[in-house]
């Protein structure tokens, strides 16, 4: 598990620091998707909690 998340963040931090100088802080929004995929798709975990 370790492993994939350094997998998924060396991607991020290089697609963050090129697109950057173009787009600024807007880069966010390219990234936005995975977090909200993440909680959307951990979600069923919570409900199943109890």
Avoid: C, D, H, Y
Avoid at 18 to 24: A, K, R
């Amino acid at each position: 598990m370790n492993a994939i998340g350094f997998a998924l963040t060396i991607p991020a931090i290089w697609i963050t620091s090129n697109l950057w100088e173009t787009q600024g802080v807007w880069v966010t929004l390219w990234l936005l998707p995975g977090p909200i995929l993440g909680l959307w798709s951990m979600r069923r975990l919570n409900s199943q909690k109890g």
